[in-house]
């Protein structure tokens, strides 16, 4: 029987890589943006945030994971663009890395999970609908990337 004790403990540990995603795609999309370094944004977002509720080592795990393998990323996401890396809105494209980031290397993270919380993050900070081609190009990757997993989910 689970404990109410593991309950709490399980929807702060969700809520707090809700928040570092969150935050790390503000901070992605700075990066993309300007040309400070990783460390410069991390500090300044450390100061800026109230990083109590946040899991702070996911976080430092997407700002530094995306920007070291954003090549393959977006080798990745390339066979599923109907546009240019270039000609991407950069907030949906910051998404994208993440989103194709956490399919990629952290195959705790469920892809549903993955999905919804990047949608929900193109919902908030993207284009109008945005989230909708963010949607569609993650559930691709998905679909290649995680084909066990699907196929476990839909049984």
């Known amino acids: 029987m689970i404990e109410l004790h593991e309950v709490i403990v399980e929807k702060q ?23 400070h370094e990783l460390f410069e944004i991390e500090a300044q977002f450390r100061v800026a945030n109230n990083m109590d509720k946040v899991d702070s080592e996911y976080f430092n795990r997407l700002l530094y994971g ?8 977006e080798e990745n996401l390339m066979p599923f663009l109907d546009r240019s890396i270039e000609s991407l809105n950069p907030i949906e494209l910051t998404v994208l890395r993440l989103g194709a980031f956490e399919l990629l290397f952290c ?5 549903r999970v993955v999905l919804d ?3 929900s993050l193109a919902k908030e900070f993207g ?29």
């Not at 963010?134 to 997993?149: C, M, S, T």
């Open 117 to 119: 919380e990047s949608i």
């Open 66 to 73: 995306v920007p070291e393998q954003v090549k393959l990323l």
């Open 127 to 155: 284009s109008q609908d945005g989230h909708r081609y963010v949607n569609g190009v993650l559930n691709n990757l998905a679909q290649q990337v995680r084909k066990i997993e699907i196929s476990l989910h839909n049984e």
């Open 107 to 111: 195959p705790e993270i469920p892809y």
């Open 13 to 35: 540990s969700i809520r707090g890589k809700r928040r570092a995603r969150k935050l790390a795609l503000q901070a992605l999309y700075q990066w993309l943006m300007s040309s």
